[in-house]
Structures are given as structure tokens and as C-alpha cells.
């Protein structure tokens, strides 16, 4: 069962617009959130976390909303660049241990910028 | 700083034979994990070490073996590669467990015939 779910295999957004990257999950226990960005042949570097005691995070053209109440998070990039295409990766955690350690990732949306 | 690193970057084995990767950082973690991703899945965690002298499974650790070496090094192990396990494997390391971002190496890609 997937505790962690991108539906949107892809998406494609003009440069210059708004990217929204969507994320659902069910285990009510996760409390901390990251998004991983993945180009092909390397490792998910980092982008951007957000705790379950906050509802919005920004950094920079990225902001990760979180929605406790519908268990559901997106990140917006304003304006997206034609460097952001790339495999965008959610993931989850819980804090309290119980279970293995580690992250939940999702199945991943591949974001494609046009020119 | 090189971060995390992981070494051979692709391996072609054949059924039954074994071998081991090897992943290192330098950012003084406590915790390092590996994962295997499979395409058009999301990541998923093979085994993980929440400190130097520990080790647990995670959700996928049957036909694998890790040894977490000293703080810095941490490999897993294929005693007898299967098909199944052809895949793309993945070494991160957090400061702790839980609640702290984790950061990645570049992968090794194994495939098993």
C-alpha cells in the first residue's frame, strides 16, 4: 500500500510560469515532508522540507504548502526555469521512530519546462 | 567536501555470483541508509544504520547484508545477486535519524544476468 502518492507521472509547464507539484499520503504518523529533485543518471539532491507544526515553507522560487487536514502537500517554483526539468521526488517521515528509519518517497512526477 | 560517495558507479554481475558496494561520507553523519530505486518507482529503503555500530532493516532487505564499517562507511552486501535485485542503488546519510534531510550519492547501477 503507498503511504506516499505523486498521481502526476509528468507535467509540463511553460518557462517563466508557475510549477505546482502535488503529493498526498496516508500515514498520519509522517510529520516531516522533503522534496527531492533527480536528474537522470544522478542522486535526488535536496530542495526543500517542511515540519508538520508549519503550514507553508519558502526558499528562495520554492515553497512547500502543507495541508495536515486533506494529508496532502504541494511545491509551487515561480518562475519555472528550463534547469528545474528534472524528477521531482516526495517524501515523508515520521519522528517517532517506530518502524524503520528512513524515508517514504513517492513514485515521483516528472517536470518538463518549454522554452 | 565530497559528501556522500559511492563506488563501483555500474556493475554487471551474473546470477549467483556476489559482491559488495561501497558507500563513504565526510559530513561527520551519524546515520546512513541505502536504497534501491526501480523504474517508475520511488525509492525504497533496503537497510538503514541510525549510528556507527548499529544496523536495521528497512522495507526491503531480504537477499541483501550491510555493515556499517566505522562512522564514515557504510556497505551493502549481495551474497548471491538475483535478477530481481538488477536495480539502482542509493547511499544517503542525515545528521540523525529521523526528522533530518538526507543526502544522496551519485548511485551505482547494477545489473544482474
Known amino acids: 500500500d503507498q503511504q506516499v502518492k505523486q498521481n502526476s507521472p509528468s507535467l509540463s509547464v511553460q518557462e517563466g510560469r508557475i510549477s505546482i507539484l502535488n503529493c498526498d499520503y496516508t500515514?498520519?504518523?509522517?510529520?516531516?515532508f522533503l522534496w527531492y529533485k533527480k536528474y537522470p543518471a544522478e542522486g535526488p539532491t535536496f530542495l526543500i522540507s517542511?515540519?508538520?507544526?508549519?503550514d507553508k515553507n519558502e526558499d528562495g522560487r520554492f515553497t512547500v504548502f502543507l495541508n495536515k487536514s486533506a494529508k496532502h502537500l504541494s511545491l509551487h517554483i515561480v518562475p519555472s526555469q528550463p534547469g528545474d526539468s528534472a524528477v521531482y521526488f516526495c517524501?515523508?517521515?515520521?519522528?517517532?521512530?517506530?518502524?524503520?528509519?528512513?524515508?517514504?518517497f513517492g513514485k515521483g512526477t516528472h517536470l518538463i519546462i518549454q522554452p | 567536501n565530497a559528501g556522500v560517495t559511492q563506488t563501483p558507479k555500474f556493475q554487471v554481475l551474473k546470477t549467483g555470483q556476489s559482491m559488495t558496494l561501497q558507500c563513504a561520507q565526510d559530513?561527520?553523519?551519524?546515520?546512513m541508509y541505502w536504497y534501491r530505486q526501480d523504474p517508475g518507482m520511488g525509492l525504497r529503503l533496503i537497510y538503514y544504520?541510525?549510528?556507527?555500530?548499529?544496523?536495521d532493516k528497512g522495507e526491503v532487505p531480504n537477499g541483501y547484508n550491510v555493515s556499517r564499517l566505522n562512522k564514515r562507511e557504510f556497505s551493502l552486501r549481495l551474497e548471491s545477486a538475483a535478477p530481481s535485485q538488477t536495480s539502482v542503488y542509493f547511499c544517503?546519510?542525515?545528521?540523525?535519524?529521523?526528522?533530518?534531510?538526507?543526502?544522496f550519492g551519485p548511485g551505482t547501477r547494477l545489473l544482474v544476468l
Open positions: 500515514n498520519s504518523m509522517f510529520d516531516y
Open positions: 517542511i515540519s508538520s507544526i508549519k
Open positions: 517524501a515523508a517521515s515520521s519522528g517517532s521512530g517506530g518502524g524503520a528509519d528512513g524515508l517514504t
Open positions: 544504520s541510525a549510528s556507527e555500530g548499529t544496523t
Open positions: 559530513m561527520n553523519h551519524n546515520s
Open positions: 544517503a546519510s542525515s545528521v540523525s535519524r529521523s526528522r533530518e534531510t538526507q543526502y
